[in-house]
């Protein structure tokens, strides 16, 4: 039995690396499974992410009648933080600890905020469904708590996803780096595929009992994942144990001195401005695609819930796809441009289902353009990150890794908020006739479809810049 053992062992070692994207990011100091044991951060932070931008928007929207616009706002409350990650990953290069580590105090303040914003939304929702002894409080009181909770379950993502992918960063080899945090993301998309699938089968059978069960077991599981992936992951410095004194990798000089230096890099500015654009038009969607497939196409309350799920399987393509192009020598940044022309056919397939007179139609044609929404939007986001990383100087990981979380996040937080908001307004003003119910949901959707186009005249310079570099190295050999 043992020698049959190792042999499936050997068997599955060896399929791993071929199958699975980014595992050959694995080194012998740094092994599949202990990377695959840190990645277990990015799990918790995607089982939050379906909760608040999947099943949540959902249920408060149709289920307990709360606007849109109101529903838009407290999804994009935790991206209020985002600013703050390039912030963090700063402080998190120079932080000095008697303890000798720099990245797991940040891991661990972070998942006990993401804790208590998770242990507090159950009793927001409570209020807000206004049964019982809730229906005597005022109404402001339900939307005030499911905001803080929000706004601390964001603020805890953040705090831990960039401190999380800095660690990742630190513990692989400068070659390896990038395929690493492309690891790192490749989880993210696998948490969210399991969470939504998870909870879409709790939810089949939907109450408010039920939803509050989900979300208190999500809060014990954020801990219980967060504790395996920091347990002795960091090593701890034993140089100087009598005092708390800075690593030596640590960038000199201040804040406003590090961003100077790695905003003034070579296409810095554009880089991130064509992240804002892109991810905004990827975005925008977020908090209506479930209210659109429940009011519009009449998926119930587990079938919108696994829409998350094509989505991150979309994603999860993409990623996988563009790590294969991308390790062969391809351009990041026309792989960021591939995936802005996804999402455009991507946006009217999902338009078009809602006029398909069969139900079956419409949710196989609207669950194709979810899952190419995701696939574009993979392409897009490893096209930029690999941008970024190949850009960001070596002292400076935690900085760079922030300020792209933080555009993306801030970028995805205004189009989320703007998108329940111009869905509010389109419906109640639209003229009559005009789309009838679906007049605010294809809004939105048209204007990403304008913001990607935007995305794409942002990043031509970039791939034709990179296009002259290769054209004059070739006339430079020959």
């Known amino acids: 039995m043992n020698t049959v053992s190792q042999k499936m062992m050997k068997v599955w070692a060896s399929l791993g690396p071929r199958f699975l994207p980014f595992a050959d990011a694995a080194t012998p100091d740094l092994p599949l499974s202990r990377l695959l044991r840190l990645s277990l951060f990015q799990v918790a932070v995607g089982m939050s992410l379906v909760l608040l931008v999947g099943t949540l928007n959902r249920v408060m929207i149709v289920e307990l009648n709360v606007p849109a616009s109101i529903v838009g706002i407290m999804v994009s409350l935790p991206l209020i933080f985002a600013p703050f990650r390039a912030l963090i990953g700063f402080k998190s290069d120079i932080h000095k600890s008697a303890l000798g580590w720099r990245r797991v105090p940040f891991l661990y303040k972070g998942t006990m905020v993401q804790f208590g914003g998770l242990a507090i939304l159950p009793f927001a929702l409570l209020v807000l469904s206004g049964g019982g002894d809730a229906g005597q409080a005022p109404v402001w009181v339900g939307q005030a708590a499911a905001a803080t909770a929000f706004l601390l379950i964001g603020a805890g993502v953040h705090t831990t996803q960039t401190v999380g992918l800095a660690l990742a960063t630190d513990l692989a080899p400068p070659d390896s780096r990038p395929k690493v945090v492309g690891l790192m993301y490749t989880m993210l998309m696998l948490g969210m595929i399991a969470s939504a699938i998870i909870f879409g089968i709790l939810l089949a059978d939907f109450s408010p009992g039920r939803l509050i069960q989900v979300i208190q077991g999500s809060a014990v599981v954020t801990i219980i ?88 399987v979309g994603g999860l393509l993409g990623f996988g796809y563009a790590s294969r192009v991308l390790s062969r020598g391809a351009d990041p940044f026309r792989m960021a441009s591939a995936g802005a022309l996804v999402g455009i056919p991507a946006f009217l397939a999902v338009i078009f289902s809602a006029s398909l007179s069969s139900t079956m139609a419409s949710a196989l044609v609207f669950g194709f353009g979810t899952l190419m929404i995701g696939f574009g939007a993979g392409l897009f986001g490893h096209g930029t990150l690999t941008a970024t990383m190949n850009a960001a100087p070596k002292d400076q990981v935690g900085l760079a890794l922030g300020a792209w979380g933080a555009v993306q996040a801030s970028a995805a937080g205004i189009a989320i908020a703007l998108g329940g908001i111009l869905r509010d307004l389109v419906t109640a003003y639209a003229p009559h006739g005009w789309d009838g119910a679906a007049a605010g949901y294809h809004f939105v959707y048209y204007l990403e479809l304008v913001l990607l186009i935007a995305t794409l005249v942002t990043m031509f310079p970039l791939t034709r810049r990179r296009d002259t570099i290769l054209m004059q190295g070739q006339l430079t050999r020959s």
């Open 225 to 312: 994942l967060n504790g395996v992936a920091s347990w002795k992951m960091e090593a701890r410095r034993r140089d100087n144990p009598n005092q708390a004194t800075p690593h030596p990798d640590a960038p000199s000089g201040g804040f406003r001195q590090s961003w100077d230096a790695f905003i003034h890099g070579p296409n810095a500015m554009r880089r991130l401005v064509a992240v804002g654009f892109g991810t905004m038009a990827f975005s925008m969607e977020d908090v209506l695609l479930e209210p659109y497939g429940g009011q519009i196409l009449n998926l119930s309350v587990g079938d919108t819930t696994k829409l998350t799920a094509a989505l991150a």
